[in-house]
């Protein structure tokens, strides 16, 4: 069973960057699009940015100008960039592969913004 694994969440400073990866255990095929998702809690999950095969790009009002995702097709990677963070940013951010025939999870990372 191929997994995604999550890394680089933690604790930082209002202002303050991390860099997010997410790189799966095995061979996923017909993967369309890769995307960060966050859940804080009592609210709903919610996309943070997505990135398509052909390098398309959509990003969540409350982050655009200062997050960033990127992708490297040949490791089966997704990178999320974030700059600028705020306490409102905090959530539990979890990946998602979206295939042709289903879609992969992983079991996220926390990230903590202190003001």
């Known amino acids: 069973q191929v997994q995604l694994v999550e890394s680089g969440g933690g604790l930082v400073q209002a202002g303050g960057s991390l860099r997010l990866s997410c790189a799966a255990s095995?061979?996923?095929?017909?993967?369309?699009?890769m995307g960060w998702y966050r859940q804080a809690p009592g609210k709903q999950r919610e996309l943070v940015a997505a990135?398509?095969?052909?390098?398309?790009?959509n990003y969540a009002g409350s982050v655009k100008g200062r997050f960033t995702i990127s992708r490297d097709n040949a490791k089966n990677t997704v990178y999320l960039q974030m700059n600028s963070l705020k306490p409102e940013d905090t959530a539990v951010y979890l990946c998602?592969?979206?295939?042709?025939?289903?879609?992969?999870w992983g079991q996220g990372t926390q990230v903590t913004v202190s003001s």
């Open positions: 990135i398509t095969r052909d390098v398309g790009t």
């Open positions: 095995g061979v996923i095929f017909s993967v369309n699009a």
């Open positions: 998602n592969f979206h295939t042709t025939y289903t879609n992969y």
